[in-house]
């Protein structure tokens, strides 16, 4: 069996195994892929969830959870570059887990880097049959001239390409759809990573975080009356029945859906207190308009430490593009950034405020006047 066949599942750095009984048996490794270990199939998948980090689980489980996680990773492929970490590198990996677990660190982050691999942001069209929007073309002929600079490059997509560009606006709108949401991306590399991180600039626009609390921006006073999204997104952040006492969400967030109920609706934030929204199912969609991000790619743009955005707002009935934010980041060394961390410091258009891609929005979608 094919050691691809092994992997059913990847939630951000987390891989599963179908049966690690089966991936036992394997094809020869290829370079700067991990062989998979005799014993692998006593592997509880448990453990591989937590990163191999479990405290009830001896030395030589631990040891072998590491192997068997580092061997259901696939090997590079060159065809597919942008989907794997700049660092990536399976027997890296290995190599730097086990070097941590003979220094009793059973959890280093550090070694992350040596796995990232791209966290897909799925988009949730809620009306199959409308056309889907044409985004526009890339330049012709293009920005990049051979021999330009990183900030150099950067500054010519910046004066060229960058900026708003609306075609409609409309009046009195309701409420709003979001088409493809952001997943959170964790601290271990992902974010500034030159490869993995998919659209850098959309991350700046307020579009993702830890428990996506987008919904709160868009209703409150003063704002929307409603949002809305794919229940399949909903549900990745707020499980059925997983309310906490420390939760600060109403049980509706939690509650169960019934069948063909698609549509999450948030309504009825009051602007301070979170655990006045409540979270409606449907199997329709109430937004005639909606917003969707894409990540854009310009001749050696990865290679000089350049990423583009484009962020469109869309109306769901026909398709069309109302509006368009393009935007591009390029990743640099701050002075007062770890030695060797670069992230995603330049950006353009710069923004102007934590959540300015909803300025942007209420540009285009003019919220109902109460």
């Known amino acids: 069996m094919k050691k691809s066949l092994c992997v059913i599942a990847m939630t951000g750095l987390f891989v599963l195994p179908l049966s690690l009984t089966s991936c036992a048996s394997v094809e020869p490794a290829a370079p700067s892929v991990v062989p998979m270990p005799v014993g692998a199939d006593r592997v509880n998948?448990?453990?591989?969830?937590?990163?191999?980090?479990?405290?009830?689980?001896?030395?030589?489980?631990?040891?072998?959870?590491?192997?068997?996680?580092?061997?259901?990773?696939?090997?590079?492929?060159?065809?597919?570059?942008?989907?794997?970490?700049?660092?990536?590198?399976?027997?890296?990996?290995?190599?730097?887990?086990?070097?941590?677990?003979?220094?009793?660190?059973?959890?280093?982050?550090?070694?992350?880097?040596?796995?990232?691999?791209?966290?897909?942001?799925?988009?949730?069209?809620?009306?199959?049959d409308v056309p889907k929007p044409k985004w526009p073309d890339a330049p012709n002929p293009p920005v990049y001239r051979e021999g330009m600079t990183s900030e150099e490059y950067f500054k010519a997509l910046c004066e060229k390409e960058a900026g708003e560009f609306i075609y409609k606006t409309v009046e009195n709108v309701e409420g709003?759809?979001?088409?493809?949401?952001?997943?959170?991306?964790?601290?271990?590399?992902?974010?500034?990573?030159?490869?993995?991180?998919?659209a850098p600039y959309v991350g700046s626009m307020g579009l993702g975080g830890y428990k996506d609390t987008i919904e709160f921006s868009f209703v409150r006073p003063g704002r929307y009356s409603f949002f809305e999204n794919s229940i399949t997104h909903h549900r990745q952040q707020y499980p059925v029945g997983k309310k906490t006492s420390q939760s600060n969400r109403d049980d509706s967030y939690f509650n169960n859906t019934s069948l063909g109920e698609t549509i999450a609706l948030y309504t009825g934030f009051d602007g301070n207190d979170y655990t006045?929204?409540?979270?409606?199912?449907?199997?329709?969609?109430?937004?005639?308009?909606?917003?969707?991000?894409?990540?854009?790619?310009?001749?050696?743009?990865?290679?000089?430490?350049?990423?583009?955005?484009?962020?469109?707002?869309?109306?769901?009935q026909t398709g069309e593009v109302l509006a368009?934010?393009?935007?591009?980041?390029r990743r640099e060394q701050l002075s007062n950034a770890p030695r060797g961390i670069r992230i995603w410091a330049q950006l353009c258009p710069r923004p102007s405020q934590k959540h300015h891609i909803l300025s942007f929005i209420e540009q285009v979608l003019k919220p109902v006047q109460r």
């Open 176 to 198: 709003i759809y979001q088409i493809r949401p952001k997943n959170y991306i964790n601290d271990s590399g992902t974010s500034s990573d030159v490869y993995v991180n998919d």
């Open 45 to 128: 998948p448990k453990w591989l969830h937590f990163n191999c980090a479990m405290s009830d689980i001896n030395f030589e489980q631990v040891k072998l959870c590491i192997q068997t996680q580092a061997a259901l990773l696939p090997p590079l492929d060159k065809n597919k570059r942008e989907y794997f970490g700049e660092s990536y590198d399976p027997v890296k990996y290995l190599k730097c887990r086990m070097e941590d677990l003979e220094k009793s660190y059973v959890s280093n982050t550090a070694c992350d880097r040596f796995r990232l691999r791209r966290v897909e942001n799925p988009e949730y069209w809620p009306n199959p």
């Open 324 to 329: 368009i934010k393009r935007g591009f980041a």
């Open 276 to 316: 006045s929204m409540r979270v409606k199912y449907s199997s329709h969609l109430q937004s005639r308009y909606g917003f969707t991000w894409r990540e854009i790619k310009r001749d050696h743009d990865r290679d000089l430490e350049i990423a583009g955005s484009e962020f469109a707002v869309i109306d769901l």
